[in-house]
């Protein structure tokens, strides 16, 4: 076990398999059982009749957003029920009734929950009460929440310079609350602002800036009727995002067609048994009509063979392509067609792996079709290379004029429920000079104008001792982010971390010499204030901001919202003659979205405008405005194809999502789209390269990647054979962030290469 200087505390808690058992992969999504599971795990947390009640103003317009996801919900949301069955496992996870107080942390030191598993960890229950764990000790211990205010303000007061704070964002937040922290960070005086987003889409928003001038997707729910075709690359659906499967469904039942671009042939992606219609829940529809099963991170030789074929038929007659689009709109098509040129198909298909007649399916699809929509999460994403991906999928809709249309567009599908709007109120690490000019006019204080640090590079400063307090607003840190010992140490070297948390979790054992943790509520929950209930905005993944308004109460008397503590902690800091009225705003959410819609581009007038289904944001590309572009235009990409230079025992692993978790916090033990019950230590392996190696079903393994001569290993997984390309593989995350190194990430938007790791595999004697 890793020694820290003062703790003795698991990085992983305690190793050991849990009685795993197999069965076939289904080849569907949700269906009756999808409802069945989802009603268990609510009825077991919460009761019947309060999972009942709840459940049915989720995702309604007078209801709470649910923090399952950003897919946005329907103009018309179904009378049935508008959540799926992970959404009810996340709203099951936040209102339990298990807690953990005072008398628990009393009994457990941190030292033997750390030796817990992250399954046990967060079934601990709801946090009740602020909590402090003094230097040396292995208790945390209660503290008031003035007494904490005053400990932040001490420890941040004492730093040389603002730039060692870090302030650290998760996408679940609100609009309001994410607007006050960005705030305060800059009023602080440092633009040390990273959040899960690094991890996460940041890929899209580069790649999506520089080529389109905006760094969010084009399309609305309501596109997804007029599509013509949806291609979903790197993204599993009927796990992540189960309501989108809806939008698929009506997108087929208009005659649209779906193709998937995934190494692996997703439950949700073959088949459909909609929960929300009686003949649905029998019989389905198969969602999917062409499938292609690409190599893990050759999804740039895959779009280029595509884009090839598709302009050797467009040469013939000058139809494939839609030319006057590409006049009027982009640049840089001579040097795109140029670059297609410099690889051979033969080539191309080698490297992708995509039998030649499953692409040519594809290629004949396309080229009679111009409403194209193109969906990605992850699987793009999380490569050294992610911005080429999706530049690669923005040439593609370039080519077919596939943009500003009804019908079609850019659908990178986000990850937590407000990370979008996290964002557009000012979340981020770089500057923003715009928003910089307006927060000294509305605020009347100079913002910092130096870059701050993103997820990797606040790890580093941490771990080489520039960054001294981290401050988490959400989230799991120490879980999420890449190479688990090295990012464990850089919070060890802290002197204070602060985590705004509603559930326990490893992120609260795992911390500075000094460790604060201030329970907050809730989406699902009730805020009040003098005994008027509020609510808050989010936006959805389409980029349109409604509200949230939570119904139940509150688990515990002593949790405060987020934007209180916020603005209590910016007051403790500040003091109360700063230029910004700090404590007015925990009381007052309508004065924060005055200011919001102040300083905001998009948002005036954001607390009428949220009422009913809410309001979209402008986007310049619904406009087909590139103005802000070079010459004006969007623009066409050469995109580099991957190069992993694998020894013959080397592997590609993915390290992704389980049916049953959300993110680090882990709902329970089965994977049941893919088979796998009461187990996560699994690695999926393709069979033919099982037995080349002379390994079986259920062997027992370790995973070591080996970069810049520095081996790490992550212990114990047990074979599992499934359909996946040759070469590749695939296991869970946080179980492998172990391997992930921590300064290997995209070109240009450092996001850690969490789906392209290479790995070699040591075989394990295990009784
Ligand atoms: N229930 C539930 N919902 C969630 C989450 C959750 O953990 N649980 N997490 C939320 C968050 S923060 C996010 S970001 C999203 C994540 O949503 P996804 O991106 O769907 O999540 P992953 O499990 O990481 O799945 C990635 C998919 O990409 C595929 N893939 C991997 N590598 C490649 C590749 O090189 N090319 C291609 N074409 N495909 C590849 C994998 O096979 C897998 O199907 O979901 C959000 N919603
Ligand atoms: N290897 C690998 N690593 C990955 C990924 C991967 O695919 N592979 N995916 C990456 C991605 S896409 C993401 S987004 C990150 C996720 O990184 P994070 O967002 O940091 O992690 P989560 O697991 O979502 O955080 C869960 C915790 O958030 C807290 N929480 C939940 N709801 C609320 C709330 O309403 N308010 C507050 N204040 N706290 C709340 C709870 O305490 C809970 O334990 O992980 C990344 N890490
Ligand atoms: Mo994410």
């Known amino acids: ?31 009756a059982l999808g409802v069945k599971v989802a009603l268990q795990h609510t009825f077991n947390e919460m009761g019947a009749l309060e999972a009942l009640s709840t459940l049915a103003r989720m995702n309604q ?38 807690k953990v107080d005072e008398a628990f942390f009393k009994k457990y030191s941190v030292n033997e929950i750390s030796q817990w598993s992250d399954f046990k960890i967060g079934k601990s229950g709801r946090l009740t009460t602020p909590m402090v764990l003094k230097e040396d000790s292995l208790h945390y211990e209660p503290i008031t929440w003035e007494d904490a205010y005053a400990l932040i303000a001490k420890e941040l007061k004492n730093l040389t310079s603002p730039n060692e704070a870090i302030f650290y964002t998760s996408g679940r937040s609100s609009n309001e609350a994410a607007f006050l922290y960005g705030l305060f960070s800059r009023a602080f005086g440092t633009n040390n602002m990273p959040d899960c987003s690094n991890m996460c889409h940041e ?20 596109d997804f009727d007029q599509a013509e075709v949806v291609i979903v690359m790197g993204q599993n659906p009927g796990t992540n995002h189960p309501r989108m499967l809806s939008a698929l469904e009506k997108c087929k039942h208009n005659g649209g067609k779906i193709i998937s671009i995934n190494p692996l042939a997703e439950a949700g992606l073959i088949r459909f048994k909609n929960p929300q219609k009686l003949t649905g829940l029998v019989k389905g529809i198969s969602v999917t009509d062409i499938h292609l099963q690409v190599k893990i991170n050759q999804d740039v030789a895959l779009l280029k063979l595509i884009m090839k074929k598709l302009a050797a038929l467009d040469a013939k007659n000058k139809t494939v392509f839609d030319h006057e689009f590409i006049e009027a709109y982009s640049h840089g098509y001579a040097s795109f067609l140029e670059g297609l040129s410099s690889y051979s198909n033969n080539e191309l298909l080698e490297i992708c792996g995509v039998p030649e007649e499953e ?14 929509i193109i969906c990605w999460a992850m ?28 019908g079609s567009g850019t659908c990178p599908v986000r990850g937590h429920s407000n990370v979008q709007g996290d964002r557009t109120v000012g979340i981020m690490h770089y500057v923003s000079p715009e928003l910089n000019t307006s927060i000294k006019k509305v605020f009347g204080f100079t913002p910092p104008n130096d870059e701050g640090l993103d997820t990797v590079h606040a790890v580093e400063a941490m771990h080489n001792g520039k960054a001294k307090v981290f401050m988490a607003l959400g989230g799991n840190f120490v879980s999420a982010v890449s190479d688990t010992k090295y ?19 490893r992120s609260h054992l795992i911390t500075g010499r000094k460790a604060l943790i201030l329970p907050t509520l809730g989406r699902s929950e009730k805020d009040s204030k003098n005994g008027s209930p509020r609510f808050l905005t989010v936006e959805n993944s389409m980029g349109k901001v409604h509200r949230t308004k939570g119904m139940l109460t509150p688990k515990s008397n002593n949790l405060k919202s987020e934007p209180e503590i916020i603005s209590e902690i910016a007051h403790a800091v500040l003091g109360k003659n700063h230029s910004v009225p700090w404590q007015d705003f925990g009381t007052d959410y309508d004065l924060i979205r005055d200011k919001i819609s102040q300083t905001i581009k998009g948002f005036n007038n954001v607390t009428e405008k949220s009422e009913g289904s809410g309001f979209y944001l402008p986007n310049n590309v619904k406009e087909l405005d590139f103005s802000k572009l070079p010459h004006g235009k969007a623009q066409f990409s050469t995109c580099a194809i991957a190069d992993h230079k694998i020894e013959p025992d080397e592997f590609l692993l993915m390290t992704f999502r389980s049916h049953d978790q959300f993110n680090t916090t882990i709902y329970g033990l089965n994977d049941r789209y893919r088979g796998i019950y009461n187990e996560r230590r699994v690695l999926f392996m393709n069979e033919t390269d099982m037995v080349n190696r002379g390994f079986k079903k259920l062997d027992v393994v370790d995973l070591i990647s080996n970069y810049d001569t520095i081996e790490r290993r992550a212990a114990q997984f047990l074979l599992i054979p499934y359909n996946i390309p040759k070469g590749n593989l695939a296991a869970y995350f946080p179980e492998t962030n172990m391997v992930i190194p921590h300064n290997h990430f995209a070109r240009s938007s450092n996001t850690p290469i969490s789906k392209s790791v290479v790995v070699r595999l040591e075989k394990k004697a295990y009784k």
């Open 203 to 222: 890929s899209s928003g580069v790649a999506l800036s520089e080529t389109l001038g905006i760094g969010k997707g084009s399309v609305t729910l309501e």
């Open 487 to 505: 990012t464990a140490e850089a919070l060890q070297n802290c002197s204070l971390t602060v985590q705004i948390s509603t559930k326990l979790n």
């Open 61 to 98: 317009k007078e209801g709470f957003d649910c923090a399952g996801c950003a897919w946005p919900d329907p103009e018309k949301p179904s009378k049935i029920a508008e959540y799926c069955e992970n959404g009810a496992k996340a709203l099951a996870e936040e209102a339990t009734y298990e």
């Open 379 to 406: 699987g793009l994403t999380q490569h050294k290379n992610g911005v080429d991906n999706i530049k690669e999928c923005v040439n593609l809709l370039l080519l077919k004029g596939s943009l500003g249309k009804t």
């Open 1 to 31: 076990m890793p020694k820290t200087i003062h703790r003795d505390v698991s990085l992983t808690g305690k190793i050991d398999f849990t009685g795993i058992q197999l069965k076939a992969p289904m080849d569907y999504a949700a269906g």
């Open 359 to 372: 692409v040519d399916k594809v290629v004949s699809l396309l080229a009679k079709k111009n409403r194209i």
